[in-house]
């Protein structure tokens, strides 16, 4: 067997017995009879190794024409392969619970009110994701003819009224930092967010090669654009101070660079150690440098070049708050301690029905 140097075969001993089969990565086992070397087993070899690899995210339950056989192939379709950031693995979750339960049922016969229904099972975050998801995957069903009709044309949902993340307020900003010295990586991570206004995704990737004479160069993992920001002094104080032994500024305890996940879930282990609640994740530090940068009267033009936003309302919602909060400020500030009730002289001759009735 050694001296034939077979790819794919592994071999099995069971009872002074050896089993010889064919096993590649895609592709179901497969027995190899006879002896190694002999007719009949070269000629099963030969066969499997001629067959072509099932796509990734195959199932071996997937039938042709079912709602898991299109899955299986919108994987490997461009439209698929083109999502960025975090939206590739968000969307194959979706995908992959749909599977899971309805992966059995025939693909060309889905009705919209199927996934009607299956949107009012879910909560209002939930589904708009559902429907974004089941929309790009039945739009592409569509091109490649496997259906008629897009079960999800025309099916509308109304955007939950929500402020999305929590903004992180200067007392937990505060209380971040006093549970977490300079030097910390916990300290370098929230700086990071808080000087940087990137998302998580962006920040993870932050490193040495990345700052030059003191601006940082970054590609926007979500949206491409390419940002150069100048480095604030604080944060240029936290990364000197902070022990890093990686090109990457943020790694694991091993020296690695962070997923976006475990930075997830070593971030919320510092937010706990630091007595702050639920509501304090890390996309909250990028609205909290927002927030920062609207107070200190920058403009939405500046505020965009370092946030990288390509449209401008949502960073106006921040600017509007900082003018709001300055010229209730400044109108409280021109009375100062005087009293704003108008004199009695001042204010229109009053109706008196007596008077009117002796007139």
Same mark, same amino acid.
Not at 152 to 169: E, I, M, N, Q, Y
């Given at each position: ?102 992966? =059995?049922?025939? &693909? ?7 996934? %009607?229904?299956? #949107?009012?099972? !879910?909560?209002?975050? *939930? ?104 480095? =604030?002094?604080? &944060? ?7 022990? %890093?032994?990686? #090109?990457?500024? !943020?790694?694991?305890? *091993? ?105």
């Amino acid at each position: 067997m050694s001296k034939l140097h077979l790819r794919y075969v592994q071999t099995f001993c069971v009872g002074g017995q050896r089993f010889h089969y064919f096993r590649r990565a895609g592709m179901p086992r497969v027995r190899l009879p006879g002896l190694p070397g002999s007719s009949e087993f070269i000629a099963a070899y030969q066969q499997a190794l001629a067959a072509a690899p099932s796509p990734v995210g195959a199932d071996k339950r997937s039938k042709p024409g079912s709602i898991s056989a299109a899955i299986t192939e919108f994987y490997s379709s461009q439209s698929f392969r083109s999502l960025q950031g975090g939206s590739p693995a968000k969307r194959r979750t979706i995908l992959e619970r749909f599977r899971e339960q309805h992966g =059995h049922l025939p &693909l060309a016969s889905m009705p919209k009110e199927f996934v %009607i229904a299956l #949107l009012d099972t !879910l909560p209002p975050h *939930s589904a708009l994701n559902w429907l974004k998801t089941l929309r790009q995957f039945f739009r592409w069903c569509v091109t490649r003819k496997l259906v008629q009709n897009d079960p999800t044309f025309g099916v509308r949902l109304k955007a939950p009224k929500s402020d999305g993340h929590h903004t992180w307020t200067e007392d937990e900003i505060a209380a971040f930092e006093t549970r977490w010295p300079i030097g910390s990586k916990a300290r370098l991570a929230l700086a990071l967010g808080l000087y940087t206004a990137q998302r998580r995704g962006d920040v993870i990737r932050i490193g040495r090669q990345h700052i030059r004479d003191g601006v940082l160069s970054v590609r926007q993992e979500k949206t491409g654009a390419k940002l150069a920001i100048p480095i =604030h002094p604080d &944060l240029e104080a936290i990364i000197a101070a902070t022990p %890093i032994g990686h #090109l990457t500024l !943020l790694t694991t305890v *091993s020296g690695k660079s962070y997923g976006a996940n475990d930075f997830t879930y070593q971030f919320r282990t510092w937010c706990n150690a630091a007595g702050l609640p639920k509501r304090c994740v890390f996309h909250g530090l990028r609205k909290a440098a927002l927030t920062r940068l609207a107070a200190a009267g920058c403009t939405v033009h500046e505020i965009a070049a370092i946030s990288g936003h390509k449209t401008l309302s949502e960073v106006q919602r921040y600017t509007d708050a900082a003018d709001q909060a300055r010229l209730a400020q400044a109108a409280m500030g021109r009375i100062g301690n005087k009293s704003v009730k108008p004199e009695l002289g001042e204010v229109s001759n009053p109706f008196n029905p007596l008077e009117k009735k002796l007139g």
